[in-house]
């Protein structure tokens, strides 16, 4: 297994890729580093949690030239939240330069700010393709110093719609540059997009069965109908602090969250009609803990970086077994033991025979009478969370709602978890028990000096 220090990186990178907690390359940096480094094109498959982010954030970072305050990296990424991780990791890779400028462009924000910040220069840009292309179109955005493309999650960009948009956003890039593409599964639109835009790529792929060793898997057989209540017996034996139940369409993902929380469970839906407020609070409860059950459509979980999922259920089949290798990886993250388990009804059985003739081995079947048998024992939430009208643009830091929760003999700091700050909004999770006490301290406490208005999320 090669180190970071043999795949040809620069002094300052490898101190800061060890000061980051890097310790060994995972097999897709091992494979795309060094094409990518040398200035090739590169087809990389993988799945979420391989490392790709490095892999193609790492290449980017070092070949840039500071002094060249243009931009000269674009990263294009499915959705927001994908969008602002990648920004994220590539802001901590940067540390290892001086000075440069890294800026996320997505929508479901005012342009406004974001023209602001194009006008003062970047070097890396990472978005999301339908604001690009609004930039592209203002002129505050140009690409003719593009060096390098990322076309990150590129089957999950075209799923969602935005291969015209793709298209035209690589239009406007310079003939002579570098195209990385990273997608976790290789259908045929992906193939035609590699063909027309890539020079020679060199080709990496990664074993998904390899990542997945830490998943057990398991499989029940159905009637229609009897869904939620295997959902809901699941639940109840296993108690998972956190749960992703896929479903295949957006009132699916409605009605399943609906009769779960009936029954007593805590559960949230998240898909593509959600707005960008709810969706963020949606987020931030499932991410904080203080909703254990997200109940979501394939597109609108990719890019989804929860760091612990003990459990995910396929509420029914994926629709061929690339994306149940997508879905099913999601859990069994760092070292942590998972399990994934699939309801099938009877007319479902020809998408489990695709899956077993892919693998070459028979699935494993539980037994369903058993599992049915389980009495409900709904999972209470450990946290809750609060929503204050005031974030980023607010001047608010995690530091002052921290203090306004603690100081002057307020709650132990114990009691309070994850703090999610946005643009206008901020989210703090705190201990069930002393939820109501939290809201009191705030609704009558002072944050930055100001009087702002707090709610349950």
């Not at 140009?142 to 690589?170: P, Y």
């Not at 049915?372 to 024992?377: E, F, S, W, Y």
């Not at 978890?417 to 939290?438: H, N, P, R, T, Y």
Request: net charge neutral.
């Amino acid at each position: 297994m090669p180190s970071f220090s043999e795949l040809g990186l620069s002094r300052p990178m490898l101190e800061n890729l060890s000061r980051l907690g890097f310790e060994s390359p995972t097999p897709i940096q091992i494979g795309a580093l060094p094409p990518a480094l040398k200035g090739s094109d590169l087809i990389a498959m993988a799945q979420t949690g391989s490392g790709k982010t490095a892999a193609f954030g790492i290449p980017l970072v070092e070949k840039l030239q500071p002094r060249r305050f243009v931009v000269q990296g674009l990263v294009l990424c499915p959705t927001r939240e994908l969008a602002d991780q990648v920004a994220k990791a590539l802001r901590e890779l940067a540390v290892a330069r001086d000075n440069v400028k890294i800026l996320s462009l997505c929508g479901g924000v005012s342009i406004g700010p974001q023209i602001g910040s194009l006008s003062h220069g970047a070097h890396i840009v990472v978005g999301t393709p339908g604001r690009i292309q609004d930039h592209l179109r203002k002129g505050t955005l140009r690409l003719d110093q593009l060096t390098t493309l990322v076309l990150d999650e590129a089957d999950r960009m075209l799923d969602m719609g935005f291969q015209e948009a793709v298209e035209d956003i690589i239009g406007q890039a310079p003939k002579k540059r570098q195209t990385l593409m990273f997608s976790a599964t290789w259908p045929e639109n992906i193939r035609r997009l590699s063909e027309q835009y890539q020079n020679n790529p060199v080709d990496v792929r990664i074993d998904s069965q390899a990542l997945e060793s830490d998943i057990s898997e398991q499989f029940y057989e159905i009637a229609p109908g009897q869904q939620v209540q295997a959902l809901a017996a699941l639940l109840s034996l296993h108690q998972p602090a956190s749960c992703i139940a896929f479903c295949t369409r957006k009132q699916q993902c409605d009605e399943v969250a609906s009769e779960l929380n009936s029954m007593g469970f805590s559960a949230l839906p998240l898909h593509g009609d959600l707005e960008q407020r709810d969706r963020d609070s949606v987020l931030v409860r499932f991410g904080n803990q203080s909703c254990s059950v997200l109940v979501a459509t394939d597109v609108a979980a990719r890019g989804l970086d929860i760091k612990s999922l003990p459990l995910v259920v396929n509420v029914e089949p994926a629709r061929d077994p690339e994306v149940h290798t997508h879905r099913v990886g999601r859990t069994g993250r760092a070292g942590e033991q998972g399990l994934a388990v699939t309801f099938c009804t009877p007319s479902q059985a020809h998408k489990i025979n695709r899956l077993e003739a892919g693998r070459k081995q028979a699935v494993e079947w539980g037994d369903t009478g058993n599992l049915l048998a389980t009495p409900l024992q709904p999972m209470d939430p450990a946290m809750k969370t609060l929503c204050i009208a005031g974030g980023r643009k607010d001047k608010v830091r995690p530091g002052d709602v921290l203090g306004a929760l603690t100081g002057e003999a307020g709650l132990p700091g114990k009691v309070v978890g994850k703090i999610d700050l946005f643009d206008f909004q901020c989210f703090v999770a705190v201990e069930k028990e002393s939820a109501a006490m939290a809201l009191k301290r705030l609704e009558q406490g002072r944050i930055k000096g100001r009087k702002m208005r707090v709610r349950y999320a």
